[in-house]
Protein backbone atom coordinates (compact mmCIF):
# COMPACT_ATOMS: atom_id res chain seq x y z
CA UNK A 1 0.00 0.00 0.00
CA UNK A 2 1.21 3.94 -0.88
CA UNK A 3 0.06 6.70 -0.04
CA UNK A 4 0.31 9.00 -3.10
CA UNK A 5 -1.20 12.38 -4.31
CA UNK A 6 -1.95 13.93 -7.84
CA UNK A 7 -2.92 17.52 -8.54
CA UNK A 8 -3.94 18.15 -11.99
CA UNK A 9 -3.78 21.99 -12.86
CA UNK A 10 -5.95 22.50 -16.14
CA UNK A 11 -7.47 25.63 -17.86
CA UNK A 12 -10.74 26.06 -15.42
CA UNK A 13 -9.45 23.73 -12.33
CA UNK A 14 -6.68 22.58 -10.08
CA UNK A 15 -8.01 19.33 -8.30
CA UNK A 16 -6.39 17.42 -5.75
CA UNK A 17 -6.70 13.01 -5.15
CA UNK A 18 -5.07 11.19 -2.42
CA UNK A 19 -5.36 8.36 -2.47
CA UNK A 20 -4.20 4.99 -0.97
CA UNK A 21 -2.95 2.65 -3.91
CA UNK A 22 -2.31 -1.10 -3.19
CA UNK A 23 -0.73 -2.16 -6.68
CA UNK A 24 -0.48 -6.10 -5.73
CA UNK A 25 -4.42 -6.01 -5.55
CA UNK A 26 -5.12 -3.46 -8.31
CA UNK A 27 -7.40 -1.40 -5.97
CA UNK A 28 -7.22 2.63 -5.12
CA UNK A 29 -8.71 3.84 -1.88
CA UNK A 30 -10.19 7.61 -1.95
CA UNK A 31 -8.58 9.08 1.02
CA UNK A 32 -9.59 12.97 -0.23
CA UNK A 33 -10.69 14.74 -3.41
CA UNK A 34 -10.85 18.65 -3.66
CA UNK A 35 -11.35 20.78 -6.39
CA UNK A 36 -10.90 24.38 -7.08
CA UNK A 37 -12.48 26.33 -10.30
CA UNK A 38 -9.35 28.93 -10.38
CA UNK A 39 -9.61 30.19 -14.42
CA UNK A 40 -5.93 29.61 -14.30
CA UNK A 41 -6.29 29.70 -18.10
CA UNK A 42 -8.58 33.11 -18.12
CA UNK A 43 -7.51 34.81 -21.55
CA UNK A 44 -4.54 32.89 -22.35
CA UNK A 45 -6.27 31.97 -25.92
CA UNK A 46 -6.15 35.62 -26.56
CA UNK A 47 -2.95 36.90 -24.58
CA UNK A 48 -0.66 33.93 -24.46
CA UNK A 49 0.02 34.68 -20.78
CA UNK A 50 -1.39 34.22 -17.39
CA UNK A 51 -2.59 36.95 -15.64
CA UNK A 52 -1.72 38.35 -11.98
CA UNK A 53 -5.58 37.52 -10.90
CA UNK A 54 -5.35 33.88 -12.27
CA UNK A 55 -1.69 33.17 -10.56
CA UNK A 56 -3.08 34.54 -7.15
CA UNK A 57 -6.15 32.62 -7.63
CA UNK A 58 -4.00 28.82 -8.55
CA UNK A 59 -1.53 29.95 -5.65
CA UNK A 60 -4.12 30.22 -2.95
CA UNK A 61 -5.90 26.80 -3.85
CA UNK A 62 -2.25 25.32 -4.11
CA UNK A 63 -1.82 26.74 -0.30
CA UNK A 64 -4.84 24.94 0.51
CA UNK A 65 -3.91 21.61 -0.87
CA UNK A 66 -0.36 21.78 1.30
CA UNK A 67 -2.42 22.23 4.12
CA UNK A 68 -4.43 18.87 3.26
CA UNK A 69 -1.03 17.36 2.01
CA UNK A 70 0.36 17.48 5.09
CA UNK A 71 -2.21 16.43 6.92
CA UNK A 72 -2.56 13.28 5.35
CA UNK A 73 1.15 12.33 5.64
CA UNK A 74 1.52 11.68 1.83
CA UNK A 75 4.38 9.69 0.37
CA UNK A 76 5.09 11.28 -2.95
CA UNK A 77 3.43 13.95 -5.35
CA UNK A 78 2.84 14.28 -8.68
CA UNK A 79 1.85 17.66 -9.96
CA UNK A 80 0.82 18.28 -13.60
CA UNK A 81 -0.25 20.98 -15.87
CA UNK A 82 -1.77 20.91 -19.34
CA UNK A 83 -3.29 23.19 -21.71
CA UNK A 84 -3.24 26.59 -20.95
CA UNK A 85 0.26 26.28 -18.87
CA UNK A 86 1.18 24.63 -22.32
CA UNK A 87 0.52 27.83 -23.82
CA UNK A 88 1.23 30.29 -21.47
CA UNK A 89 4.85 32.09 -22.56
CA UNK A 90 5.00 33.26 -18.93
CA UNK A 91 4.53 30.01 -17.54
CA UNK A 92 8.35 30.37 -15.84
CA UNK A 93 6.10 32.28 -13.40
CA UNK A 94 3.62 29.71 -12.40
CA UNK A 95 6.25 26.84 -12.25
CA UNK A 96 8.33 28.96 -9.41
CA UNK A 97 5.15 30.05 -7.77
CA UNK A 98 4.12 26.41 -7.36
CA UNK A 99 7.68 25.09 -6.30
CA UNK A 100 7.83 27.56 -3.68
CA UNK A 101 4.64 26.32 -1.98
CA UNK A 102 4.65 22.39 -2.49
CA UNK A 103 8.55 22.20 -3.21
CA UNK A 104 7.85 19.81 -6.51
CA UNK A 105 8.62 20.96 -10.01
CA UNK A 106 5.14 21.02 -11.63
CA UNK A 107 5.10 18.72 -15.34
CA UNK A 108 4.33 20.65 -18.09
CA UNK A 109 2.75 17.59 -20.00
CA UNK A 110 2.31 17.17 -23.80
CA UNK A 111 -1.22 16.40 -25.13
CA UNK A 112 -0.87 13.44 -25.85
CA UNK A 113 0.61 12.51 -22.44
CA UNK A 114 -2.43 14.17 -21.44
CA UNK A 115 -4.81 12.10 -23.56
CA UNK A 116 -2.74 8.77 -22.16
CA UNK A 117 -2.94 9.25 -18.12
CA UNK A 118 -6.87 10.34 -18.54
CA UNK A 119 -7.26 7.15 -20.47
CA UNK A 120 -5.63 4.83 -18.22
CA UNK A 121 -7.35 6.92 -15.06
CA UNK A 122 -11.15 6.47 -17.09
CA UNK A 123 -10.63 2.95 -18.12
CA UNK A 124 -9.56 1.23 -15.32
CA UNK A 125 -13.01 1.18 -13.20
CA UNK A 126 -14.92 0.38 -16.33
CA UNK A 127 -13.10 -2.49 -17.98
CA UNK A 128 -15.08 -4.96 -16.35
CA UNK A 129 -18.50 -3.64 -17.31
CA UNK A 130 -18.12 -2.26 -20.94
CA UNK A 131 -16.70 -3.33 -24.03
CA UNK A 132 -13.34 -2.73 -25.87
CA UNK A 133 -12.11 -0.53 -27.48
CA UNK A 134 -12.67 2.60 -25.61
CA UNK A 135 -12.38 5.76 -26.86
CA UNK A 136 -11.71 8.38 -24.08
CA UNK A 137 -13.81 12.03 -24.82
CA UNK A 138 -11.75 14.40 -22.23
CA UNK A 139 -13.22 17.66 -22.26
CA UNK A 140 -11.44 20.40 -20.26
CA UNK A 141 -11.03 24.20 -20.43
CA UNK A 142 -8.44 24.73 -22.87
CA UNK A 143 -8.24 21.33 -25.06
CA UNK A 144 -10.24 17.90 -25.89
CA UNK A 145 -8.32 15.07 -25.74
CA UNK A 146 -10.02 12.02 -27.86
CA UNK A 147 -7.70 8.65 -27.06
CA UNK A 148 -8.59 5.02 -28.31
CA UNK A 149 -7.75 1.84 -26.56
CA UNK A 150 -7.75 -1.53 -25.28
CA UNK A 151 -6.35 -1.92 -22.28
CA UNK A 152 -3.41 0.79 -23.41
CA UNK A 153 -3.94 3.56 -25.62
CA UNK A 154 -3.81 2.76 -29.84
CA UNK A 155 -3.87 6.65 -31.09
CA UNK A 156 -4.81 9.96 -28.83
CA UNK A 157 -4.99 13.17 -30.12
CA UNK A 158 -5.14 16.86 -28.55
CA UNK A 159 -7.84 19.01 -30.03
CA UNK A 160 -7.77 22.92 -28.49
CA UNK A 161 -11.60 23.22 -28.25
CA UNK A 162 -11.96 23.58 -24.39
CA UNK A 163 -14.70 24.78 -22.87
CA UNK A 164 -12.69 28.30 -21.12
CA UNK A 165 -11.34 28.51 -24.61
CA UNK A 166 -14.31 28.68 -26.55
CA UNK A 167 -16.56 30.39 -24.22
CA UNK A 168 -13.55 33.39 -24.98
CA UNK A 169 -12.77 33.03 -28.45
CA UNK A 170 -16.63 32.56 -29.40
CA UNK A 171 -19.23 34.19 -26.76
CA UNK A 172 -17.42 36.69 -24.30
CA UNK A 173 -20.53 38.33 -23.92
CA UNK A 174 -22.67 35.45 -22.74
CA UNK A 175 -25.38 33.04 -24.65
CA UNK A 176 -24.24 32.60 -27.19
CA UNK A 177 -26.24 33.70 -31.07
CA UNK A 178 -26.98 31.36 -33.64
CA UNK A 179 -23.51 32.70 -35.23
CA UNK A 180 -21.20 32.17 -32.50
CA UNK A 181 -22.64 28.66 -31.84
CA UNK A 182 -21.82 27.82 -35.38
CA UNK A 183 -18.81 29.13 -34.96
CA UNK A 184 -17.97 26.85 -32.05
CA UNK A 185 -19.10 23.97 -33.91
CA UNK A 186 -17.03 24.74 -36.86
CA UNK A 187 -14.19 24.92 -34.64
CA UNK A 188 -14.71 21.62 -33.38
CA UNK A 189 -14.83 19.89 -37.19
CA UNK A 190 -11.80 21.44 -38.09
CA UNK A 191 -10.30 19.78 -35.05
CA UNK A 192 -12.08 16.63 -35.70
CA UNK A 193 -10.39 16.46 -39.19
CA UNK A 194 -7.56 16.31 -37.73
CA UNK A 195 -8.00 14.30 -35.18
CA UNK A 196 -9.33 11.67 -37.37
CA UNK A 197 -6.03 11.06 -38.72
CA UNK A 198 -5.13 9.82 -35.50
CA UNK A 199 -7.54 8.53 -33.48
CA UNK A 200 -9.81 5.80 -35.36
CA UNK A 201 -13.06 5.99 -33.56
CA UNK A 202 -14.98 4.11 -35.54
CA UNK A 203 -13.83 0.92 -34.13
CA UNK A 204 -14.89 1.87 -29.94
CA UNK A 205 -17.49 -0.17 -28.69
CA UNK A 206 -17.67 1.84 -25.54
CA UNK A 207 -17.16 5.89 -25.30
CA UNK A 208 -16.42 7.00 -22.44
CA UNK A 209 -16.55 11.03 -21.38
CA UNK A 210 -14.35 12.60 -18.37
CA UNK A 211 -13.88 16.08 -16.74
CA UNK A 212 -16.63 18.70 -15.12
CA UNK A 213 -18.20 20.02 -18.42
CA UNK A 214 -19.04 16.22 -19.56
CA UNK A 215 -20.73 15.21 -15.96
CA UNK A 216 -22.23 18.39 -15.53
CA UNK A 217 -24.21 17.58 -18.71
CA UNK A 218 -25.20 14.54 -17.44
CA UNK A 219 -26.41 15.92 -13.86
CA UNK A 220 -28.70 17.75 -16.25
CA UNK A 221 -29.96 14.84 -18.06
CA UNK A 222 -30.59 12.76 -15.21
CA UNK A 223 -32.38 16.10 -14.01
CA UNK A 224 -30.36 16.17 -10.25
CA UNK A 225 -31.39 18.37 -7.74
CA UNK A 226 -27.33 18.32 -6.15
CA UNK A 227 -24.39 17.27 -7.57
CA UNK A 228 -23.66 13.68 -7.32
CA UNK A 229 -20.21 11.93 -8.06
CA UNK A 230 -21.54 8.24 -6.99
CA UNK A 231 -24.70 8.52 -9.07
CA UNK A 232 -23.17 9.93 -12.25
CA UNK A 233 -20.17 7.76 -12.55
CA UNK A 234 -20.98 4.98 -15.09
CA UNK A 235 -24.21 6.94 -16.25
CA UNK A 236 -25.13 6.17 -20.00
CA UNK A 237 -26.47 9.13 -21.94
CA UNK A 238 -27.88 9.46 -25.24
CA UNK A 239 -26.51 11.57 -27.54
CA UNK A 240 -29.83 13.03 -28.42
CA UNK A 241 -29.73 13.86 -24.31
CA UNK A 242 -26.54 15.78 -24.82
CA UNK A 243 -27.84 17.97 -27.95
CA UNK A 244 -30.94 18.50 -26.25
CA UNK A 245 -28.67 19.68 -22.87
CA UNK A 246 -26.88 22.14 -25.24
CA UNK A 247 -30.35 23.94 -26.76
CA UNK A 248 -31.08 23.94 -22.86
CA UNK A 249 -27.70 25.79 -22.08
CA UNK A 250 -27.75 27.67 -24.93
CA UNK A 251 -31.65 29.22 -24.04
CA UNK A 252 -30.84 29.62 -20.27
CA UNK A 253 -29.61 32.95 -18.79
CA UNK A 254 -26.76 33.36 -16.78
CA UNK A 255 -28.96 33.25 -13.49
CA UNK A 256 -30.80 30.29 -14.60
CA UNK A 257 -27.73 27.67 -14.80
CA UNK A 258 -26.86 29.73 -11.71
CA UNK A 259 -29.86 28.33 -9.93
CA UNK A 260 -29.07 24.93 -11.25
CA UNK A 261 -28.73 22.49 -7.84
CA UNK A 262 -26.06 20.72 -9.73
CA UNK A 263 -24.29 23.59 -10.83
CA UNK A 264 -20.82 24.84 -10.36
CA UNK A 265 -20.51 28.32 -9.60
CA UNK A 266 -16.86 27.95 -11.89
CA UNK A 267 -19.23 26.43 -14.37
CA UNK A 268 -21.61 29.04 -15.25
CA UNK A 269 -20.24 30.76 -17.95
CA UNK A 270 -18.48 28.33 -19.73
CA UNK A 271 -20.71 25.19 -19.47
CA UNK A 272 -22.84 26.09 -22.76
CA UNK A 273 -19.51 26.93 -25.11
CA UNK A 274 -18.82 23.22 -23.30
CA UNK A 275 -21.61 21.12 -23.48
CA UNK A 276 -21.85 22.32 -27.84
CA UNK A 277 -17.93 21.04 -28.33
CA UNK A 278 -19.46 18.01 -26.47
CA UNK A 279 -22.36 17.77 -28.99
CA UNK A 280 -20.59 18.36 -32.20
CA UNK A 281 -17.64 16.06 -30.39
CA UNK A 282 -20.63 13.34 -30.69
CA UNK A 283 -22.45 14.51 -33.69
CA UNK A 284 -18.66 14.23 -35.74
CA UNK A 285 -17.35 10.55 -34.23
CA UNK A 286 -21.25 9.37 -35.01
CA UNK A 287 -21.56 7.94 -31.26
CA UNK A 288 -25.19 6.98 -30.07
CA UNK A 289 -24.48 6.80 -26.01
CA UNK A 290 -21.67 8.06 -24.29
CA UNK A 291 -20.66 7.04 -20.38
CA UNK A 292 -19.94 9.77 -18.17
CA UNK A 293 -17.01 8.38 -16.08
CA UNK A 294 -15.72 10.45 -12.92
CA UNK A 295 -12.45 8.76 -13.24
CA UNK A 296 -9.99 10.87 -15.18
CA UNK A 297 -6.90 12.23 -15.65
CA UNK A 298 -6.04 12.56 -11.92
CA UNK A 299 -6.63 9.33 -11.32
CA UNK A 300 -4.17 8.47 -14.03
CA UNK A 301 -1.76 10.68 -12.79
CA UNK A 302 -2.27 8.85 -9.09
CA UNK A 303 -1.66 5.03 -10.57
CA UNK A 304 1.60 6.03 -12.54
CA UNK A 305 3.63 6.52 -9.49
CA UNK A 306 3.01 3.55 -8.74
CA UNK A 307 3.64 1.27 -11.71
Request: net charge neutral; proline share 3%; aromatic share 4%.
Amino acid sequence: MKRVAAIDCGTNSIRLLISDIDKEKNTAKDVAREMRIVRLGEGVDKTKAFSPRALERTFKAVEEYEKILQKHKVEHLRFVATSATRDALNKAMFIKGIIDRLRVVPEVIAGVEEANLSFEGATRSLRSKHKSPFLIIDLGGGSTELVIGDTTPSGAYSMNVGCVRMTERHTPGGNPTKEQEEAIRNDVRKALASAQEVVDWKTALSVVGVAGTITTVAAHVLKLEKYDPDILHGTIITAEQISQTAQDFIAFSPAQRANLGYMHEGRVEVITAGSIVLDEVMKGIGAKTLIASERDILDGVAWSQVQ
